[in-house]
Nanobody, 123 residues
Framework: VQLQASGGGLVQTGGSLRLSCAAS????????VGWFRQAPGKEREFVAG????????YYSDSVKGRFTISRDNAKSTVFLQMDSLKPEDTAVYYC?????????????????WGQGTQVTVSS
């Protein structure tokens, strides 16, 4: 499966961005999809995930209430709506498909990764 992440950019504090993750080669139908981010000098961290089977979603504490993950079955696309952005949200954002039906926050449990899209929040 190939993943294409897009939608990143430069935004001021308090602004919004909507990231997209489009899949080709295989649908998302069985495997949870996660969004991760990695800031310079830091480890990749889980941001949000969605379980395809029942729409269950899970967020890291740092983005809960500000970010929303959703999906479009017909377009095999997962979205990450990011509101009330803060400078600490600045990172490269990646989407990934889990290797198991379980929704996990562990990057190593995800098999397929998109190329990443840069999000920069200015203060």
């Amino acid at each position: 499966v190939q993943l294409q992440a897009s939608g990143g950019g430069l935004v001021q504090t308090g602004g919004s961005l909507r990231l997209s993750c489009a899949a080709s080669g295989r649908t998302f139908s069985r495997y949870p999809v996660g969004w991760f981010r990695q800031a310079p000098g830091k480890e990749r961290e889980f941001v949000a995930g969605i379980r395809w089977s029942d729409d269950f979603t899970y967020y890291s504490d740092s983005v809960k209430g500000r970010f929303t993950i959703s999906r479009d079955n017909a377009k095999s696309t997962v979205f990450l709506q990011m509101d009330s952005l803060k400078p600490e949200d600045t990172a490269v954002y990646y989407c990934a498909v889990s290797s198991t039906p379980l929704l996990t926050t562990i990057p190593g449990r995800y098999d397929y990764w998109g190329q990443g899209t840069q999000v920069t929040v200015s203060s």
